[in-house]
């Protein structure tokens, strides 16, 4: 059985070894690029109906966070 995990940009579940795939809305998931072609962030897909930035919303079901954590999502 292969290995899965959750894309950071979209929320899909892939094979771990899967670079490319497309998003749950069927767009290529790429990260959003600026007028220089260079992506503007980290976290933030070209898909405008992806939920974004996913890995914030992650941090925030953790109750377990520390105050420096929860600084640094404000």
């Known amino acids: 059985?292969?290995?899965t995990r959750t894309c950071p940009l979209c929320g899909a579940?892939?094979?771990?070894n899967v670079a490319a795939h497309d998003c749950p809305h069927g767009q290529p998931c790429?990260?959003?690029?600026?007028?220089?072609?260079?992506?503007?962030?980290?976290?933030?897909p070209e898909c405008g109906d992806c939920p974004q930035p996913r890995r914030a919303l992650r941090l925030a079901a953790?109750?377990?966070l520390t105050d420096k954590a929860w600084q640094e999502l404000d």
């Open 13 to 16: 579940t892939v094979k771990q």
């Open 62 to 64: 953790d109750m377990s």
């Open 1 to 3: 059985m292969a290995k």
């Open 30 to 44: 790429r990260y959003k690029v600026g007028e220089n072609g260079m992506p503007i962030d980290w976290c933030s």
